[in-house]
Structure formats: C-alpha cells, structure tokens
Antibody, heavy 119, light 112 residues
Framework: EMKLEESGGGLVQPGMSVKLSCATS????????MEWVRQAPGKGLEWVAE??????????YYGKSVKGRFTISRDDSKSIVYLQVNSIRSEDTGIYYC??????????WGQGVMVTVSS | DIVMTQGALPNPVPSGESASITCQSS???????????LNWYLQRPGQSPQLLIY???TRASGVSDRFSGSGSGTDFTLKISRVEAEDVGVYYC?????????FGGGTKLELK
C-alpha cells in the first residue's frame, strides 16, 4: 500500500524556521520525483517545490513566493522528502502536502501537515 | 506564469444530473509531443486532493468512467455524468507545461 505521511508542522513564530518531513512507503522512492504543494486556510492549491531523483542529479525547483527561503531535499535511504522553511511569514500558514510526481501529474498525496505562523 | 481560470457551477447540482466544469489557461497547454498538459483533481471535504484526469482526457487508475475530460489547447471541460454524493468537493485544474505548476482557483460542487 502506498503511503505518504507528513510531519513536523505546528505553531511557528514569524521569522523562525521549521522542517517538514514526508515519510513514504509502498513504492521505490528513489525512482520518483517528489513535490510539496500547500493550501492556505480556505484557499486553493499552490505548488511549492519539486526535487528530482538521483538520475536527474536531484535537481530542485521552487515557486516564486518561496524561492530563497524554502529548501526541498530527500534521503533515499530513508524514503523521506523534506521541506526546510526559513524566515517564515504569516502568508506561509496552511496545510502542506507531500505528493509523488509520475510523468506529468501528481498521483499520490499525503494527508497534509498544518503550519501556523503566529506570534 | 500560466494563469488557470475556472468557472463556477450552478450549485446545487441535482443528484443524477450531469455537471460540467470549465477551465481556461492563459497559454496553450498543447505540447509538441501531441499531449495536452492539463490535469484535474478532486478535493473532497477534509481530504487531500486526488488525481482524476491527466493529459486532458486520460482517467487516472480507479477513477469512475462518469468522469471525462476534453478541450482544446486553452479551454478545457471536466464532465461528471450522473452526479453522486461522493462527487461533492472542490475540483481543481492544473497545468503541467511549465514551472510553476499552477492550479485553477477551484470549482465547488454541491449536491441537491
């Protein structure tokens, strides 16, 4: 069974950092490109970041609103993808979903982890 | 960035009727390989999004044949036949032609 399980969220003060994790199982993690997508409360979906696999040099890509503050990484030995969030802002509040990319779509999603930015 | 614009539904939709959701992109999503890089997702209340349709008209594994996708390079439609209670939620289109992978604002489907 395919599983993606996010963790690491919670209440974070503005300007601080948080690291989100997405533990996966049920597929060969190292073969896939992985993504983060977020959703502000009551709003739509926003793509955040992508990390490719070893065969593609672990290339990374970011949305404009997070570039320079967020870092996506992966540990193929543990089948985990991470999202390091620095200099966090109130507009970063929302649910963060980990998702697997297959071809040109996101085929499996985690249940999401909530990040709330507030002092 | 490619802007994705979704239309609204005349909610609520009577159970058993059909519903069509529209999506428009600011740039053609038809690529030189002949594929159109447009996806549809459904987010049921309190759940994560799930993939319905990719490459504009290919149903994802396990998705009911009541869902069908069609369109041109910039104008797309998701048709839901014989709407059921499990179809309630917010539908999103997404372009996969370029970074950033932009989504439409979502279209809510409510059942009568």
């Amino acid at each position: 069974e395919m599983k993606l399980e996010e963790s690491g969220g919670g209440l974070v003060q503005p300007g601080m950092s948080v690291k989100l994790s997405c533990a996966t199982s049920g597929f060969t993690f190292s073969d896939y490109w992985m993504e983060w997508v977020r959703q502000a409360p009551g709003k739509g979906l926003e793509w955040v970041a992508e990390i490719r696999n070893k065969a593609n040099n672990y290339a990374t890509y970011y949305g404009k609103s997070v570039k320079g503050r967020f870092t996506i990484s992966r540990d193929d030995s543990k089948s985990i993808v991470y999202l390091q969030v620095n200099s966090i802002r109130s507009e970063d509040t929302g649910i963060y979903y980990c998702t697997r990319r297959r071809w040109a779509f996101f085929d499996y999603w985690g249940q999401g982890v909530m990040v709330t930015v507030s002092s | 960035d490619i802007v994705m614009t979704q239309g609204a539904l005349p909610n609520p939709v009577p159970s058993g009727e059909s519903a069509s959701i529209t999506c428009q992109s600011s740039k053609s999503l038809l690529y030189s390989d002949g594929k159109t890089y447009l996806n549809w997702y459904l987010q049921r209340p309190g759940q994560s999004p799930q993939l319905l349709i990719y490459w504009m008209s290919t149903r994802a594994s396990g998705v009911s044949d009541r869902f069908s996708g069609s369109g041109s390079g910039t104008d797309f439609t998701l048709k839901i036949s014989r709407v059921e209670a499990e179809d309630v939620g917010v539908y999103y289109c997404q372009q996969f032609l370029e970074f950033p992978r932009t989504f439409g604002g979502g279209t809510k489907l409510e059942l009568k």
